[in-house]
């Protein structure tokens, strides 16, 4: 499976498939806290994103930053982060900043 020892940050991505990545770091926590990334298409980012507002999920654009409810674009698409009640952090993303282009 492949994967890099490091991407931009503090993360250590394995690449499932084409649409997951899940993102790796080192804490001193008791209970890990994982970090699932998924990459999807435009239409597809803007469907889950309807929903994560419907529902009033608070998300954020970078992270490791407050619930700013805003998108990230910095890498050439749509990113943003929010965290589940159990602190696992989910990531939704439409241009890999750790993949090489397909």
Same mark, same amino acid.
């Given at each position: 499976?492949?994967?890099?020892?490091?991407?931009?940050?503090?993360?250590?991505?394995?690449?499932?498939?084409?649409?997951?990545?899940?993102?790796?770091?080192?804490?001193?926590?008791? &209970?890990?806290?994982?970090? &699932?990334?998924?990459?999807?298409?435009?239409?597809?980012?803007?469907?889950?994103?309807?929903?994560?507002?419907?529902?009033?999920?608070?998300?954020?654009? &970078?992270?490791?930053?407050?619930?700013?409810?805003?998108?990230?674009?910095?890498?050439?698409?749509?990113?943003?982060?929010?965290?589940?009640?159990?602190?696992?952090?989910?990531?939704?993303?439409?241009?890999?900043?750790?993949?090489?282009?397909?």
């Amino acid at each position: 499976m492949p994967w890099a020892p490091t991407a931009l940050g503090p993360l250590a991505p394995v690449f499932v498939n084409e649409g997951l990545t899940l993102d790796f770091i080192q804490t001193d926590e008791d &209970f890990s806290v994982y970090h &699932f990334c998924f990459r999807v298409n435009q239409q597809q980012f803007d469907e889950i994103l309807g929903r994560i507002k419907a529902a009033d999920i608070p998300y954020r654009s &970078f992270v490791r930053g407050p619930m700013d409810m805003q998108i990230n674009t910095d890498y050439g698409g749509n990113m943003i982060y929010w965290n589940e009640p159990d602190g696992h952090q989910w990531e939704m993303l439409t241009v890999s900043y750790t993949r090489q282009s397909d």
